[in-house]
């Protein structure tokens, strides 16, 4: 049974940094991606990984704040989350799919954690 196990979530200041995980258990993942949704909104990409690591891609509203990453000897996928602000609030959700390359549609992903909550405050 393929599970995925997110970590990390929490309550930070603006400006502040998290990093959150996801470990994949019941398979060995290939592509690794993080979306999240806040209260009323839908489901939206924040980041994808290739399987060997590169590339990488993000979503526009958090390049150049956030960074995923993954360490495949530990079947986990991280995203480092840096200056963050409050509008980055949601519950944060991993997927893993079974191609090597990962998509910005939540609909084409084979698996789901169970998210993790991410709450920043002004």
């Known amino acids: 049974q393929v599970q995925l196990v997110e970590s990390g979530g929490g309550l930070v200041q603006a400006g502040g940094s998290l990093r959150i995980s996801c470990t994949a258990s019941?398979?060995?993942?290939?592509?690794v991606g993080w979306f999240r949704q806040a209260p009323g909104k839908e489901r939206e990409f924040v980041a994808h990984i290739h399987w060997s690591g590169s590339p990488a891609y993000h979503a526009n509203s958090v390049k150049g704040r956030f960074a995923i990453s993954r360490d495949n000897a530990e079947n986990t996928g991280y995203l480092q989350m840096n200056s963050l602000k409050p509008e980055d609030t949601a519950v944060y959700y991993c997927a893993a799919r079974n191609s090597l390359w990962g998509t910005t549609v939540p609909g084409n992903w084979d698996y789901w954690g169970q998210g993790t909550q991410v709450t920043v405050s002004s």
């Open positions: 019941g398979l060995a993942v290939r592509s």
